[in-house]
């Protein structure tokens, strides 16, 4: 079972930045996809971000512009850079990934990124 650890969330001010990243435990060339959800308090988890295996991305409407996902394969990392946050940005931030051979779902812990007015 793969483990992911995510890393980078915090408080930060309206306009501000951050840099997520996700650590997985072996190598990530076997995910077929990653990517990042989030969910705010009360409401349902939501796509942040996706990245395939061989590099296309999709991004929600709600962060298109904003944030610009990678993964480097060399580190087992997903990253996820933010900028221009607002506070409606305020969620945990979850890394997920998905086995290429058994597509079976993994999820992170989580991280809280606050983003204040």
């Known amino acids: 079972q793969v483990q992911l650890v995510e890393s980078g969330g915090g408080l930060v001010q309206a306009g501000g930045s951050l840099r997520l990243s996700c650590a997985a435990s072996?190598?990530?060339?076997?995910?077929?996809?990653m990517g990042w959800y989030r969910q705010a308090p009360g409401k349902q988890r939501e796509l942040g971000a996706t990245?395939?295996?061989?590099?296309?991305?999709n991004y929600a409407d709600s962060v298109q512009g904003r944030c610009t996902i990678s993964r480097d394969n060399a580190k087992n990392t997903l990253y996820l850079p933010m900028v221009s946050l607002k506070p409606e940005d305020t969620a945990v931030y979850y890394c997920?990934?998905?086995?290429?051979?058994?597509?079976?779902?993994?999820w992170g812990p989580g991280t809280q990124v606050t983003v204040s007015s």
């Open positions: 990245i395939t295996s061989g590099g296309s991305t």
């Open positions: 072996g190598s990530i060339f076997r995910f077929k996809a």
């Open positions: 997920n990934a998905i086995a290429t051979l058994s597509l079976r779902d993994s």
